[in-house]
Structure formats: structure tokens, C-alpha cells
């Protein structure tokens, strides 16, 4: 839907007038950072700048040419062991965020696994209501879903608000 040249470029004017200010607010000392805000592993910079990002080339790019045909997916076994990988290297990034041994980091560890599980049970439930059957793509979803929304926090909430 795009070429790569204007991709290119935008993904470099991105870097200095989105991703850099966000990281200084929440990380540099900044506006965000004074005003108390904690970002555990890196989750809010990344996701706050990855979903207004998203949007923006979104409502620049306009609507898909052909809106009603939903892509199905190409290789579902892949995608299941995509989902694994990430799940298992999610608890490397965020147990190590705490950059050191002990209760901080085992919080981290264990909501690693919490949110993940609760996400892909939810998405499957979801799926089973309004699709009638509950499926691979959606439990992966799910589990994707759920290791994103804990990064932020994944350090600061107890076990059973994950």
C-alpha cells in the first residue's frame, strides 16, 4: 500500500520528532518522567508511539482498496510458533528489565505469564460468543495481545491484577 522510499523517509523524520521526544518525556527526565509517570520495560514509549503511529499512516494511507475481503491467514502453524517464540523471549525482555535478581524481577516473571494466558482466554471466549468456535488465531491474538498490555507494568502490579 505504500512504496519504500516514502517509508524510508518516514520512518526517519518518526525516529527524531516522534520516538525521541517520547522516550526523553518518559525516560530522560522530561515532562512524564517528573510528573511520576513509571514505564516498566519500555512498553509505554514503544506502544504509545507505535499506535499513534499506526494511526497516522492509517488515516494517510485511506482505506483498503477492497475493504470487504478479509486476508485469511497464510500458514497457522507459523503463526502458533511465532506466538511461542514471543512468549518465551517476552519473559527474558521483561524479567530482565528489572536489571537485577530478585523480587522486581520475579513479579515481572510471573505477570509475563499471567497476562498472556488471561489474554488468550479472554480473546478465545470472545471468539466461542461471536464467531460460534473458539480458534488457533485467535488464542494467539489473544496471548500477543496480553504479553503487550503487561509490558508497561509488568514490574509494578501484584500477580492477581495481571
Not at 5 to 28: D, Q, R, S
Not at 38 to 47: I, K, Q, R, T
Request: include cysteine.
Amino acid at each position: 500500500r505504500c512504496r519504500f522510499m516514502p517509508y524510508l523517509l518516514f520512518i526517519c523524520i518518526w525516529m527524531f520528532v516522534v520516538y525521541a521526544p517520547l522516550g526523553f518525556w518518559n525516560w530522560g527526565g522530561g515532562w512524564m518522567f517528573q510528573y511520576g509517570a513509571w514505564d516498566f520495560a519500555g512498553g509505554m514509549v514503544v506502544h504509545e508511539s507505535a499506535g499513534f503511529s499506526a494511526l497516522g499512516a492509517l488515516l494517510a494511507l485511506g482505506p483498503r482498496d477492497q475493504p470487504d475481503r478479509i486476508p485469511a491467514p497464510h500458514n497457522i502453524p507459523y503463526v502458533i510458533l511465532g506466538t511461542g517464540f514471543l512468549w518465551f523471549g517476552w519473559f527474558g525482555f521483561n524479567g530482565g528489565s528489572a536489571l537485577t535478581i530478585g523480587g522486581l524481577a520475579t513479579i515481572a516473571f510471573v505477570n509475563t505469564q499471567i497476562a498472556p494466558a488471561i489474554g488468550m482466554m479472554t480473546w478465545l471466549l470472545m471468539d466461542w460468543k461471536f464467531l460460534g468456535k473458539p480458534n488457533m488465531m485467535g488464542a494467539c491474538a489473544g496471548a500477543v495481545t496480553g504479553l503487550v498490555v503487561i509490558t508497561p507494568s509488568a514490574g509494578f502490579v501484584q500477580p492477581h491484577l495481571a
